[in-house]
């Protein structure tokens, strides 16, 4: 039903620049919030930003703050994730989410749980060379 694909990621040296964009098909819900998430071998999948559906309201972990830029836009559910001055240590696989929205009243709400998420993408190898 709802796919989330996501594309961008790749190779990069420390200090350097790369956007991931995650978008969203289906028709199980009419809004999604969504979110970016990363995991790296042997540990839980973690926040790193989180927007709502609106777009107001926006969550970042404190390692990126600064640093990486979550933004999305509805007309065809897509979420980008800016992420400059990478370092070695972000080396990772970066997933994104959504949760469908079942109405307005949660459009002005992020979320940054990774069980509160409907969908995930395949995953994005994130690798920062040092």
């Known amino acids: 039903q709802v796919h989330l694909v996501e594309s961008g990621g790749g190779l990069v040296q420390a200090g350097g620049s790369l956007r991931l964009s995650c978008a969203a098909s289906?028709?199980?819900?009419?809004?999604?919030?969504m979110g970016w998430f990363r995991q790296a071998p042997g540990k839980e999948r973690e926040i790193v930003a989180a927007?709502?559906?609106?777009?107001?309201?926006?969550y970042y972990a404190d390692s990126v703050l600064g640093r990486f830029t979550i933004s999305k836009e509805n007309a065809k559910p897509t979420v980008y994730l800016q992420m400059n001055s990478l370092k070695a240590d972000e080396t990772e696989v970066y997933y994104c989410?959504?949760?469908?929205?079942?109405?307005?009243?949660?459009?002005?709400?992020?979320?940054?749980?990774?069980?509160?998420?409907?969908?995930w993408g395949q995953g994005a190898q994130v690798t920062v060379s040092s």
């Open positions: 989410g959504a949760i469908g929205l079942a109405s307005v009243d949660s459009s002005n709400h992020y979320y940054k749980e990774s069980d509160e998420y409907d969908y």
């Open positions: 289906g028709r199980s819900f009419s809004r999604y919030a």
């Open positions: 927007i709502s559906w609106s777009g107001g309201n926006t």
